[in-house]
């Protein structure tokens, strides 16, 4: 006799006015369009930083007021993602806080460069903490959580680097290529307890990350990307806004770009020469 395929049923969409969010990297850059984007949509959220504490006051000021509008709760506190004990520290101050924790954004992140003839263990080890063995610890804090209610949103940073390799990458590039790996395979295990899994992949998006690389190189970088701009944290924060929401619960395991095209054309910078070669006709 053939055994029983497990039933599954797709759960009822649950609009919650206060789902629980914990945002790493939360007060700047993309994490910080990320925390507004969540509470614009009434969730309560935890945003974390480690060191840039005076960002992390100014954001916590604006983010505030936000919340305020929505009817929704902040904190924003301190503490290093790359330790498993401080991961689960800080998502289980979540949890305490709100009695829940539905959401979690892994979105710190650290960028540095090495070729592999230079690179050191501590280097290699550093980027391999903050970028991937961070997301492990706090996916693994979340899980009795999140099992508790039988729903979770789980949401990833990774990067064009995960997939497209450049040189002097190689510890960025292997941490974000883990984090596709991981969101994959997490994607599979943690299905059957309602949970869903996905990563969003930069490409260039305007931080205090890439400023100094687009001011250095940013003309030519630039028409590599068929949009003709380098992105902003909003444009990355309403995709992620979406993973995090009742209405992606038949997504998971995806690596999704936000890139402007930049992975899907070469050349694109020859499209607008030639549609200001139209423009001009038109004329
Ligand atoms: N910007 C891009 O073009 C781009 C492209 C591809 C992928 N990404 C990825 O997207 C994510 C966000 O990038 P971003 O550009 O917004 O970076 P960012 O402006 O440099 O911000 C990084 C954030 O991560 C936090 N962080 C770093 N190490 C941490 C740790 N050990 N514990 C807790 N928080 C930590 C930082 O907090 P403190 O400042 O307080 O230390 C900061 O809030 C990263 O994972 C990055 O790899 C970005």
Known sequence: MKPKAAKQEAAPIVEYTHRVAIVTGGTRGIGLGISQALLEKGMHVLAIYRSSREEALEAENMLAQVARKAGAELRVVQGDVGSKTEAERLVNLAGETWGRVDV?????????????EEMTEEFFDHIIRVNLKSMVF????????????RYGRIVNATSISGQLADVGLTAYACSKAGVNQLTRVCSGELAPYGIT?????????????????????????????????????????????FLCSEESAYVTGEIIGVDGGMMKVQNPGRAYEFAATREDSSK
């Open 104 to 116: 979690l954004v892994n979105n710190a992140g650290i960028f540095d460069f090495s070729f592999l």
């Open 138 to 149: 706090a996916m693994q804090a979340v899980l009795p959580w999140m099992k508790r209610n």
């Open 197 to 241: 899994v996905n990563a969003y992949a930069p490409g260039i998006i305007h931080t205090g990350m890439t400023d100094a690389m687009i001011r250095e190189r940013g003309d030519r970088q630039v028409k590599q990307i068929p949009a003709g701009y380098f992105g902003r944290p909003e444009d990355v924060a309403a995709l992620v806004a």
